[in-house]
T-cell receptor, first 112, second 112 residues
Framework: ETGVTQTPRHLVMGMTNKKSLKCEQH?????MYWYKQSAKKPLELMFV???????ENNSVPSRFSPECPNSSHLFLHLHTLQPEDSALYLC???????????FGPGTRLTVT | SQQGEEDPQALSIQEGENATMNCSYK?????LQWYRQNSGRGLVHLIL?????REKHSGRLRVTLDTSKKSSSLLITASRAADTASYFC????????????FGQGTRLTINP
């Protein structure tokens, strides 16, 4: 089975909607990450979870709310987003923080 | 803050030629990693080179690291159309949070 899966692959939502992105890793890794990739910008790290504990929040607006119920699953809850939040959201995992990361296919989010 | 910066931003070559991409970074690192991303998809890890290593090979890929110049290069030999993608370098700094910091990437196009 694919190492890191993400659902949905595409999402269109209005600014008043609430939705969630889901990520699952089947690799037995300890760390999981959310990244945002916008056009013409470097990949932006949003959140890091290590052994289910959030260890980093890179000044992400509160309209993005992560949840890590166990070491295999990671969610990103979205509410009252802005059009500028439209981007590709990537989930990744790694065994240790300094190791290579394995990425999911991403969720293409469009906020209308 | 952006750590790795790739050069060139875009590269177009003929199939069969070699492609070289460069990455420069600013601070002392634990390791440097190269990733590939096909359009709109997740990133795929290619090679990790540690700070005490100078060169690494994987199939048609060759990565060098010069810590004195704070730079790395990725060489793809005998390029194929399937190598068309964006290539990113990412670094893990020694000091501070152990997170992967990505550059903006090189867009590589292999013309048949």
């Amino acid at each position: 089975e694919t190492g890191v899966t993400q659902t949905p692959r595409h999402l269109v939502m209005g600014m008043t909607n609430k939705k969630s992105l889901k990520c699952e890793q089947h690799l037995g890794h300890n760390a999981m990450y959310w990244y945002k990739q916008s056009a013409k910008k470097p990949l932006e790290l949003m959140f890091v979870y290590n052994f289910k504990e959030q260890t980093e929040n890179n000044s992400v607006p509160s309209r993005f709310s992560p949840e890590c119920p166990n070491s295999s699953h990671l969610f990103l809850h979205l509410h009252t987003l802005q059009p500028e939040d439209s981007a590709l959201y990537l989930c990744a995992s790694s065994q240790e923080r300094i190791d290579e990361q394995y990425f999911g296919p991403g969720t293409r989010l469009t906020v209308t | 803050s952006q750590q790795g910066e790739e050069d060139p931003q875009a590269l177009s070559i003929q199939e069969g030629e070699n492609a070289t991409m460069n990455c420069s970074y600013k601070t002392s690192i634990n390791n440097l990693q190269w990733y590939r991303q096909n359009s709109g998809r997740g990133l795929v890890h290619l090679i990790l080179i540690r700070s005490n290593e100078r060169e690494k090979h994987s199939g048609r890929l060759r990565v060098t690291l010069d810590t004195s110049k704070k730079s790395s290069s990725l060489l793809i030999t005998a390029s194929r159309a399937a190598d068309t993608a964006s290539y990113f370098c990412a670094t893990v700094e020694i000091q501070g949070a152990q997170k992967l910091v990505f550059g903006q990437g090189t867009r590589l196009t292999i013309n048949p």
